[in-house]
């Protein structure tokens, strides 16, 4: 089955007492039982629920996975994810990664005796020398946020088995659509599902895709116990949204390159992070492992001080200054006051993240009107 008619079918069978082709809301908390024990798989939504189950399948089979779990944020996979480390456990991650990521792992996980290495992966070899007894997991983010950093999944792969290490996936910023990591050789794919997935800026939700079974069982257990699972209608909410998806991944891609293409040689443009340039750092691998280049873009004002670069992110008028990405409409973020604001100035600034720089979130709106915008803005 395609992708586009996994995103519209996978998962989800019309419903036996109606008919219905549309996924029905679960609205419950619980299920009737006609005997103890005789539940049809369905006791508590917190466990489980149709909806979501639906969702689930769906997703599990957009990233060519086995099993799938939907969280009630992205925050909420992740958390689970690192619950499957003890105290001396060490974890291998990325030195431009999600702010959000690096506060969880840094502020709540640390404090329970486990330790983080954050690294240039850019380099797959680099990834060797920090890789000892403890090290329990290694946490990639490609394309990275906000730089746009390539990380050659398949070779840290390879790391990864040959050491016995859980290798996870953050592919938030590319889609199902555009990569998919397990089919090279992920352990666990992770997605804030309230990007691209959802696609329309009115759910929040994470969600993680895998292939093993026991894997599967550690993380459901987590899940079910900890109650980080999302009620019946965002699930029905992601559902709807993942029908588009690849349609809306073809536009964000084509608009992304227009836009791209227009500030690469813009005289107030000093530096652009976009992975479809061939000069962009690792394009080749690039170009190996995603399909496109997806939507999301970031730049260096060329002279622009704070007050500067906040005049020209509260400029725009189709663009709309707000945290979050993968909608429909277009976003621009300043990272050093929004989304990384956690992660600290020295740490920020060793991969680029400066206050001058804006993230882009390229929607799917005329792109005649984006480019306008841009110049209006950038004037």
Known sequence: MKFGTKAIHAGQEPDPSTGAIMTP??????????????NKGFEYSRGTNPTR????????????AKF????????????????LLAPGDEVIAGNDLYGGSYRIFTKIFSNYGIKFHFIDMSDPN????????????????????????????????????????????????????????????????MHSVTKYLGGHSDVVMGALML????????????????GATPGPMDSF??????????????????????????????????????????DHPNHDIAKKQM????????????????????????????????????????LINHPV??????????ERDKVGVTDNLLRLSVGVEDIEDLLDDLKQALS
């Open 25 to 38: 809301i679960y609205q419950t908390s619980t299920y009737w039982q006609k005997s103890p024990g005789d």
């Open 53 to 64: 189950k639906a969702l689930e399948s769906c997703l599990a089979a957009l990233e060519n």
């Open 68 to 83: 799938g779990l939907a969280f009630s944020s992205g925050m909420g996979a992740t958390d689970a994810v690192m619950k």
């Open 126 to 189: 680099h990834v060797k020398n920090y890789v000892n007894d403890q090290t329990k997991l290694i946490w990639i983010e490609t394309p990275t946020n906000p730089t746009m950093q390539i990380v050659d999944i398949a070779a840290v792969a390879v790391i990864a088995k040959a050491n016995d290490i859980l290798l996870a996936v953050d592919n938030t910023f590319a889609s199902p659509y555009l990569q998919n990591p397990i089919d090279l050789g992920a352990d666990i794919v």
């Open 211 to 226: 292939n093993d079974e026991d894997l599967y069982k550690r993380l459901w257990f987590i899940y079910n116990a900890c």
């Open 237 to 278: 909410l992601v559902l709807r949204g993942l029908k588009t998806l690849h349609l809306r991944m073809r536009a964000h891609c084509e608009n992304g390159r227009k836009v791209a293409e227009f500030l690469k040689n813009h005289p107030k443009v000093e530096k652009i992070y976009w992975p479809g340039f061939t």
């Open 291 to 330: 399909r496109d280049f997806g939507g999301m873009i970031s730049i260096t004002l060329k002279g622009a001080d704070l007050q500067e670069t906040y005049r020209i992110a509260s400029s725009f008028n189709v663009f709309s200054l707000a945290e979050s990405l993968g909608g429909v409409e277009s």
């Open 337 to 346: 006051s929004m989304t990384h604001g956690s992660i600290p100035k020295a």
